[in-house]
């Protein structure tokens, strides 16, 4: 099978499935502060609508552009997260105007304690990069066969890393160990569920790319640091 490259220039495709990429990754972040009941299980609201949508673009990124692209949208998704963060903190402390009674509301939606920002970017970057690399390693493995294994393989090895790093960092000492368990294989399970559920759309949005792109890369000799020096 051959192995098609594009090592320059961006697409306009790859422009979009990177902006949604990056939307759907703080959006989610934002609407995470609503509590869900779903099926009796209660999750944060970004855990069902649109963070999962990240690891979706994160599959067909990697995909059909390879890890180094995918490298790349993971830190421009975690510096834009970081920009809209800095912002909403910045105007939280800002002067409220005398004849706008919205403060507190404000404070109790987009505030953040520093140990959540911690939890939320260290689960991001490395749940992100697990994914990415496995797709990319069981791409090789598979010869490019059997996508729906790697997708789903992916995920549940980013989800569930992204769930313990969260839940760890965010919950320890403040919830009780069996507590801590709960909350992270559910939430690794409600994500992984959506991943597999959509994965016949995953199927037509990579085999739509590649026709139309040209491109499908397979990442032989890659360096699958998060840095990338080499």
């Known amino acids: 099978m051959a192995v098609k490259r594009e090592e320059h220039g961006y697409s306009g ?14 959006t989610a972040n934002i609407v995470a502060v609503k509590l869900v009941a779903i099926g009796g299980l209660v999750v944060p609201a970004g855990t069902v609508t649109l963070f ?3 690891y979706i673009f994160g599959d067909v990124l990697t995909e059909v552009y390879g890890f180094r692209r995918a490298r790349l949208v993971i ?9 809209a963060v800095v912002a909403v903190a910045v105007t939280q402390v800002l002067p409220p105007a005398p004849s706008w009674d919205g403060q507190e509301a404000y404070e109790r ?10 939890a939320s970017f260290a689960a991001y970057l490395v749940g992100e990069f697990l994914n990415a690399v496995v797709l990319a ?29 969260f839940v760890t960092i965010a919950f ?13 294989v559910t ?5 992984s569920a959506y991943e597999a559920a959509v994965t016949p759309l995953t199927y037509v949005v990579v085999n739509f790319l590649k026709r139309r ?3 499908d890369v397979y990442d032989h000799g890659t360096d699958f640091s998060p840095i990338g020096l080499r």
């Open 187 to 191: 939430a690794w399970l409600v994500k």
């Open 213 to 215: 792109e040209g491109v």
């Open 137 to 165: 390693k069981l791409k090789l493995l598979t010869r490019g066969r059997w996508l729906w294994v790697r997708t789903i393989s992916s995920t549940l090895i980013g989800q569930g890393a992204d769930s313990v790093v």
């Open 109 to 118: 939606i987009l505030g953040y304690t520093p140990r959540l920002l911690a």
């Open 13 to 26: 495709l790859f422009v979009a499935i990177t902006a949604l990429f990056v939307m759907s990754l703080i």
């Open 52 to 54: 999962p949508l990240s």
């Open 75 to 83: 830190w421009l998704g975690f510096v834009c997260n970081l920009i």
């Open 172 to 184: 320890v000492g403040t919830l009780p160990a069996g507590e801590l368990l709960t909350v992270m």
